[in-house]
């Protein structure tokens, strides 16, 4: 990660706490693909988007998703089929992109090639849910904006992927940063996630 864009993205997440304001989504920026498909996506990795990687899965691989949601009979269901899902997602780019590398956090690997912080993270399970909802697998949850904690006033900010329960209107985070690549992403209630929770002895 270039610490100019370190730079530029603390001061805009400072600003943004200040106010009070979601921070600047980086999906408004030319080198994203939107809408993603199995076929042409792209990727964040290396530190808030520093790297894009353009990523094709060919036809098996996206089978492998769409398998995975054979059972998805309740919402509840369908959030344990998305963690699946985004792991399975993560082991495939991983091997393309070299970001299997991936460590849990950001802190301890700082600078290392092929890690990802919680902007790359949040924008790539982002899109993941978005093809997984384009293609009629995800029908319990709406995908959400993202949102983001602590603004430096109220703590370390940390931002998150977001679905909403289309029944009960639960929020639900999908934070995949506090794990290694290929592993389940935590899925919790928005409101404790926003609380400042973490997974115990990280």
């Known amino acids: 990660m270039k610490w100019k864009a370190v730079s530029f993205f603390l001061v805009a997440l400072m600003f943004a706490g200040m106010a009070r304001m979601a921070v600047p989504d980086t999906f408004s920026r030319d080198d994203l693909i939107i809408p993603p498909t199995p076929e042409r996506f792209t990727i964040c ?3 808030s988007c520093e790297e894009i990687a353009e990523v ?13 949601f054979k059972t ?5 269901q369908e959030r344990k ?11 495939m780019v991983g091997k393309i992109t070299g ?3 991936d460590k849990a956090g950001v802190f301890a690997h ?11 993270e949040s924008t790539n399970t982002s899109f993941y849910l978005t093809m997984m909802m384009n293609d009629g697998l995800i029908r319990w949850h709406s995908i959400e904006d993202r949102e983001t904690r602590g603004y430096f006033l109220f703590g370390w900010p940390h931002t998150s992927a977001v679905i909403r329960d289309t ?6 985070a999908v934070d995949s940063w506090f794990l290694d690549n290929g592993e389940p992403p935590y899925i919790l209630p928005l409101e404790q996630w926003e609380n400042g929770w973490e997974p115990a002895n990280f």
Request: charged residues 20%; contains cysteine.
């Open 45 to 47: 990795y290396n530190g």
């Open 72 to 76: 998805n009979t309740s919402a509840e």
């Open 99 to 101: 970001t299997h590398v």
């Open 56 to 68: 094709r899965l060919s036809a098996e691989q996206w089978l492998s998703i769409q398998s995975l």
């Open 110 to 120: 700082l600078g290392e090639q092929g890690q990802l912080d919680c902007i790359d």
């Open 81 to 91: 089929n998305i963690r699946r899902a985004i792991a399975s997602m993560e082991l």
């Open 167 to 172: 029944d009960s209107q639960q929020k639900y």
